[in-house]
């Protein structure tokens, strides 16, 4: 049997997801989690084969969540089911170690197959969106997706600096940066852009 856990913050999509999978022979469904942060406890205290995990959850993301799985060498890999068509968000999921990247409008059949897959120890990822992934790059750095992801949930200098244990300064030098990357009129304009791109 392979173990599955799912980390989904929807309760009616965490349910559904559950059902379908539990109908499959070989898969068992031994933990769900509301969020990130429950999810990474569950994964140490079961060790399951495979997290399926969303990418927009609450107090930790499902990739902050893979990254975290990841580096506790827990031997559970990581699949992302989410919305999200980028190459961006792809491309970030691979670096944080994910082994599995499927959207949430792929047939059930897919989804069963990719657990599967990566369970044997393989990938499993759109074609169509791995090429995307590969032909743009995202010029921020990490610090810059930190401060420009706050920027553009409305948190001022202060309130980024006061976040992050740095300056009010080195926070506006970090916004201005990417401003300027990405080509923007100003710090809200250049998050709008980000994440679209998928890399926010």
Given at each position: ?200
């Amino acid at each position: 049997m392979i173990r599955v856990a799912i980390a989904e913050d929807q309760a009616m999509v965490l349910g559904a997801l559950a059902a379908l999978l539990e109908i499959e022979p070989d898969i068992e469904v031994v933990a769900r989690a509301g969020d990130g942060v429950e999810a990474l406890e569950l994964c140490r205290t079961l060790r399951p084969d495979v997290l399926l995990a969303d990418i927009e959850m609450p107090r930790m993301s499902g990739l902050e969540l893979a990254a975290a799985v990841r580096d506790a060498e827990l031997g559970t890999r990581v699949i992302i089911l989410t919305t999200f068509a980028r190459g961006g968000y792809l491309r970030r999921a691979l670096d944080a170690g994910v082994t599995g990247y499927l959207l949430k409008d792929s047939p059930s059949a897919e989804l069963a197959n990719a657990i599967r897959r990566v369970a044997a120890g393989r990938r499993a990822v759109d074609p169509e969106l791995a090429a995307e992934a590969w032909g743009e790059v995202d010029p921020l750095t990490d610090r810059e997706r930190q401060v420009l992801r706050r920027a553009g949930k409305g948190r001022t200098s202060a309130q980024i600096a006061e976040e992050l244990g740095l300056s009010s300064g080195t926070v506006r030098n970090y916004l201005s940066e990417a401003i300027s990357k990405l080509g923007a009129a100003n710090r809200i304009e250049a998050a709008r852009i980000a994440r679209a791109k998928g890399w926010l």
